[in-house]
């Protein structure tokens, strides 16, 4: 049995002034809680509490230990802050996980100059499918995920990341390129470059079409933007794709806005049971920020 747990127990018993709260605070059963206190006793061969009345009423000797366990919880949550300004400091391993439109360029940039502060932190980057980065933080094989449109899961925490206004990447000298902003009708008869059947952006794009009444005339799919984007660049025809990839073409490509807009909801994903860190944190903040001001530079 461990002493840790019986100190535990003793600790809530001593804050919370009886058996029955201190089970609830610790989450047990009130007969493990008498027999954690029973075995305290045993081992230190101290009497703490006397039985009165079905209830447990400390003796002095309780009082005076109980001073020095408060003291060792004291001790213990030092190290706990101790131990989150390390990680403050950026120390450590930083696993990340992350759809193709953020991995390919974007992530590699920032996390260069992450590392480049903290130069103790390892970091690792897989590029997957967003199904794919809510499985791997799931399983506990990366730290974080960024992903898009992601399915509910009980073993995961979904917060909100950016929401991104979509963008038509088309040649420069192509005659829709002097618009300052383009409607689907616009690309009624463009030769269009489609994403992947299993891209959920795919269907976020051909449901905006849909309702405006424009069939794309879809000539080539690739499952990546940024494949999207070279095609175009080769002349293939016009895409839409969201802005991360489409930034990084503007010496190459016209890129411009949509009115009606439509949006790319992109989330960061982490374990329900995994610790917070504030290198983690700072990480998200600053891919935050940057998304944002992505969002409003592309905004129709």
């Not at 069939?215 to 494949?227: F, G, K, N, P, R």
């Not at 073409?249 to 807009?261: E, F, G, S």
Request: with cysteine.
């Amino acid at each position: 049995m461990s002493r840790m747990r019986q100190l535990e127990a003793f600790h809530a018993v001593m804050e919370s002034g009886s058996v029955t709260r201190a089970a609830e605070i610790l989450q047990v059963s009130q007969p493990a809680i008498t027999k954690l206190i029973q075995a305290l006793e045993q081992e230190t061969g101290l009497r703490l509490f006397d039985r009165v009345r079905r209830r447990l009423q400390p003796t002095r000797e309780a009082r005076r230990f109980a001073i020095e366990v408060e003291r060792l919880f004291l001790t213990m949550n030092r190290i706990e802050h101790v131990a989150n300004e390390i990680r403050s400091l950026g120390t450590g391993e930083m696993h990340v996980a992350a759809m193709a439109s953020l991995g390919v360029r974007f992530l590699p940039e920032i996390l260069t100059a992450f590392r480049r502060e903290r130069p103790g932190v390892n970091v690792a980057l897989t590029v997957t499918s967003s199904q794919n980065v809510v499985e791997m933080v799931q399983a506990g094989q990366v730290d974080l995920g960024f992903a898009l449109s992601v399915a509910h899961s009980p073993a995961v925490v979904v917060q909100p990341l950016a929401s991104l206004p979509g963008v038509v990447v088309l040649p420069r000298d192509h005659p829709l390129a002097g618009r300052a902003v383009l409607a689907p009708e616009d690309l009624r008869d463009a030769p269009f470059v489609q994403l992947g059947r299993e891209d959920r952006a795919r269907h976020i794009i051909e449901d905006l079409f849909l309702q405006r009444g424009v069939a794309l005339e879809s000539m080539v799919q690739t499952h990546l933007a940024v494949s999207a984007c070279e095609f175009v660049a080769a002349g293939a025809g016009v895409a839409v794709v969201e802005p991360v990839t489409a930034s990084y073409y503007r010496d190459r490509l016209a890129v411009r806005p949509m009115a009606p807009a439509i949006y790319f909801e992109m989330f960061v994903v982490t374990a329900l049971s995994r610790p917070g860190s504030a290198m983690i944190d700072g990480f998200v903040a600053t891919v935050r920020e940057r998304l944002g001001v992505l969002a409003a530079e592309f905004a129709s």
